[in-house]
């Protein structure tokens, strides 16, 4: 095996996107050819093309070979594929089986193209031409919501509510039919069932408790350091609202501000212009102390937040006096079945929660997940869902 890296591509390869996409293609290539490719090394192979740059070929074959390659014997199989797709090389191998020269076109998914970015496919001629295509989604479950354009957030906004959002489930008061053999005997069922069989009570049925879900309050931080991130997590409020029953929603500045009838609507346009209309300090300042302490007092301690999961969006940082926030967040803990704090920042390599704010609120924080992109928010998903 030979470890020479090959020259600049041929003019016949257009690529016509940037590393995620070129990583993205590469791989089902490797795929295709019979090579296992997770996700994850697809991902880190991204971020390394990134760093190097597509003119640097020593830096993509390298960066290639170190990231996707997981055994010594898929070596021959790499090399071969890396010079068909970057380089539109000719090869032969070692029975002398000629490969056939490939024309590799990479194209991008996009609604908004015209007719001039369709590949032209008379110039191929005769020749066999490998069209790669890609859905951009993939690159936006991992995009930063900070560096989201408009259409990117109105695509994320109808992924999210794509996703399953169930809630934690509580045992209820009220009993439910089960086929179990249970101390609760139900009886109007036995009897009905009794009447089938001339009275004789054959089945003895029973009843359980029943399960209900909890409720969730959503408690977004719109603040001017929120402000990259508030746009897209008001979506995943949106979303949650619209999506199920027991729901509740504010939004958190420099006052705290019920958005929960707002966010309802079925039209999500509408209730966003309609959310955004009734928070008058978007991209004010934090003084998530008093906010919490208004909520302990008018909602949450008087029973929104008694066995409730509490998802509380922000960075973490606060104006306020820190003792208050810690004070409100303690009150909070008491009623609450669940504290989740999602921040955005948590993902910056070497992030400590620093922040007087952010470390006055952790000791009382159940869960500390991260909320910087939509598989964040799948994550916060999984973990709103568990009992």
Not at 121 to 132: C, F, M, P, Q, R
Not at 358 to 367: I, N, Q, S, T
Request: net charge negative; proline share 5%.
């Amino acid at each position: 095996m030979s470890e020479r890296v090959p020259p600049s591509p041929g003019p016949d390869v257009v690529v016509r996107s940037g590393p995620e996409s070129m990583a993205v293609a590469f791989a089902r290539v490797l795929r295709g050819a019979g090579l296992a490719v997770p996700t994850s090394t697809v991902l880190t192979f991204a971020e390394a093309l990134g760093a190097v740059g597509l003119a640097d070929r020593h830096g993509v074959y390298w960066a290639a070979r170190a990231t996707l390659v997981r055994a010594p014997e898929d070596l021959a199989l790499f090399d071969r594929a890396f010079l068909a797709f970057w380089d539109h090389a000719e090869l032969a191998d070692s029975d002398d089986d000629i490969v056939e020269e490939l024309s590799v076109t990479l194209a991008v998914d996009d609604d908004d193209a015209g007719d001039d970015d369709e590949p032209d496919s008379a110039a191929a001629g005769d020749e066999d031409t490998i069209e790669l295509r890609f859905s951009a989604a993939e690159v936006l479950r991992q995009k930063d919501f900070a560096a989201y354009d408009e259409a990117e957030l109105a695509e994320a906004h109808r992924m999210m509510h794509r996703m399953r959002l169930t809630g934690s489930p509580r045992r209820s008061l009220r009993l439910a039919a089960t086929t179990r053999r249970t101390p609760r005997p139900d009886l109007r069922r036995t009897v009905r069932a009794a009447l089938r069989t001339e009275g004789e009570p054959l089945r003895r049925l029973h009843r359980t408790p029943a399960t209900r879900q909890r409720r969730l309050v959503l408690l977004l931080d719109v603040s001017g350091s929120m402000e990259p991130y508030a746009r897209a997590l008001l979506r995943f409020v949106q979303a949650a609202v619209a999506g199920r029953r027991r729901v509740e929603a504010f939004a958190l500045g420099t006052r705290l501000t019920r958005i929960t009838r707002e966010l309802g609507s079925r039209d999500p346009d509408v209730a966003l212009r309609r959310a955004a209309d009734s928070v008058l300090d978007w991209s004010s300042g934090t003084r998530l102390g008093d906010g919490l302490h208004r909520f302990n007092d008018e909602w949450g301690v008087r029973g929104m937040a008694r066995g409730a999961v509490v998802v509380i969006l922000s960075d973490g940082w606060d104006r306020g006096d820190p003792a208050e926030l810690a004070e409100q967040m303690c009150r909070l803990s008491r009623v609450a079945h669940r504290i989740v704090w999602v921040n955005p920042l948590k993902v910056t390599p070497g992030y400590a929660p620093l922040a007087r704010g952010m470390a006055a609120a952790l000791p009382y924080v159940d869960r500390f997940v991260e909320g910087h992109s939509l598989t964040s928010m799948e994550q916060l998903t999984a973990v709103l869902n568990e009992p």
